[in-house]
């Protein structure tokens, strides 16, 4: 699982940074750049509960994710002589939502690794995260000493092929203990149930909104470094900066998981997201920019932490998985929402885009505050 990790977020370590400035280098203006990031993820939403269906009618959950990602690298080969706004939306579409329905999959192998053998979920993700830095400095580093922005294709191209080789490295859960991993699962509880938890509509509206906020740094951050002269390098080294300092956290929280609160978590990641976005502003140099990378540790990194907490600690095991799920779909619609009026808001408004982001951490923020539900567990 480690080693799937390892080459199978390679791929976000390229596509988060470069992807934006490969559909700008094709001629896509910023709103449609946006209407392309967003896509994906309102077919993500529509595509998760499709692709666990299939995972679970699959022989097994390696099958389903040798199909799903091959799928994805196939349609990939086509992206590249798509012509317009309309095919390269189309074909990007279509292959980075097959590729991204095998990520649920390929976590529920991990977690029944988890529950069936006692193994380490962190340890496996791990990997992942270092990869993910790998591949932002390395990507990085060979468009700006080797190759131009067309490059960015083939090196997608070639960490697509990567999560699909180390896709063959899976393990198949013995068929035993997969029938009694079902059998323990426990029956699915409504919808209703787990959004009436006044606990959980906090977490999930407050920190939905704080997480959505990032959306105008996903979709332009690299094309505005790239217009204040930052090399592909040191964009590489941005992101790969921001995402060293979200592994230092989770490491420091883990390590004292009871005396940490999820909301007290969550509100740090609102705040640090507010000073974030305002920080545009100012129009910082690469050094100042490397500090305010470091920001995402808390912007990010605790507001997720906080969601995973505050589900663990306060919603009842019968409705986890219910909640979880919830959890995805309401946060990825708010980041897709998000991602669409980024391209507007960057085409009319400039640098002044990111700053405008403060406004959904802040509702997330006032969320959380005035509705601050009580510490016990309600019955």
């Given at each position: 699982m480690a080693v799937f990790y390892a080459g199978y977020l390679s791929v976000t370590g390229v596509h988060l940074p470069f992807f934006p400035v490969w559909l700008e280098y094709r001629g896509l203006t910023p709103t449609e750049i946006a209407i392309c990031l967003s896509v994906p993820m309102f077919m993500r939403v529509v595509a998760t509960p499709i692709g666990a269906h299939f995972a679970d009618r699959a022989p097994n959950r390696r099958f389903a994710i040798r199909i799903l990602v091959g799928v994805g690298v196939f349609l990939w080969l086509f992206a590249d002589l798509a012509t317009g706004f309309w095919p390269i939306l189309l074909v990007t579409v279509a292959a980075f939502t097959f590729w991204g329905m095998a990520l649920p999959a390929a976590e529920a192998l991990t977690l029944t690794g988890v529950r069936q053998f006692g193994l380490h979920y962190g340890r496996m993700r791990l990997y992942g995260s270092a990869s993910f830095i790998a591949a932002n400095v390395g990507s990085g580093l060979l468009l700006t000493h080797f190759f131009g922005p067309g490059a960015i294709y083939w090196l997608l191209l070639g960490v697509l092929i990567l999560s699909l080789a180390v896709s063959i490295t899976l393990p198949v859960t013995p068929r035993a203990i997969r029938a009694r991993d079902n059998a323990e699962r426990p029956e699915p509880v409504s919808a209703r149930a787990v959004l009436g938890h006044p606990v959980f509509v906090a977490v999930l509206v407050g920190a939905g909104l704080i997480q959505a906020s990032h959306s105008q740094l996903y979709n332009?951050?690299?094309?505005?470094?790239?217009?204040?002269?930052?090399?592909?390098?040191?964009?590489?080294?941005?992101?790969?900066?921001?995402?060293?300092?979200?592994?230092?956290?989770?490491?420091?929280?883990?390590?004292?998981?009871?005396?940490?609160?999820?909301?007290?978590?969550?509100?740090?990641?609102?705040?640090?997201?507010?000073?974030?976005?305002?920080?545009?502003?100012?129009?910082?140099?690469?050094?100042?920019?490397?500090?305010?990378?470091?920001?995402?540790?808390?912007?990010?990194?605790?507001?997720?932490?906080?969601?995973?907490?505050?589900?663990?600690?306060?919603?009842?095991?019968?409705?986890?998985?219910?909640?979880?799920?919830?959890?995805?779909?309401?946060?990825?619609?708010?980041?897709?929402?998000?991602?669409?009026?980024?391209?507007?808001?960057?085409?009319?408004?400039?640098?002044?885009?990111?700053?405008?982001?403060?406004?959904?951490?802040?509702?997330?923020?006032?969320?959380?505050?005035?509705?601050?539900p009580p510490r016990a567990t309600p019955a």
């Open positions: 332009f951050g690299s094309i505005y470094w790239q217009s204040r002269g930052f090399s592909a390098g040191e964009i590489g080294t941005l992101w790969a900066v921001g995402t060293a300092a979200e592994i230092v956290l989770f490491a420091v929280v883990g390590a004292a998981p009871k005396r940490v609160d999820a909301l007290m978590l969550i509100s740090a990641g609102g705040i640090a997201a507010i000073v974030r976005w305002l920080l545009f502003l100012l129009e910082p140099g690469l050094g100042p920019t490397f500090f305010m990378q470091l920001l995402h540790a808390l912007s990010f990194g605790a507001t997720f932490i906080g969601v995973q907490k505050a589900i663990t600690d306060r919603v009842p095991d019968e409705i986890t998985a219910s909640a979880q799920g919830l959890n995805i779909i309401v946060t990825g619609g708010s980041m897709a929402v998000a991602s669409l009026l980024s391209g507007l808001l960057y085409e009319r408004l400039g640098v002044y885009a990111f700053a405008v982001m403060a406004i959904p951490a802040a509702a997330g923020l006032l969320f959380l505050v005035a509705w601050r």
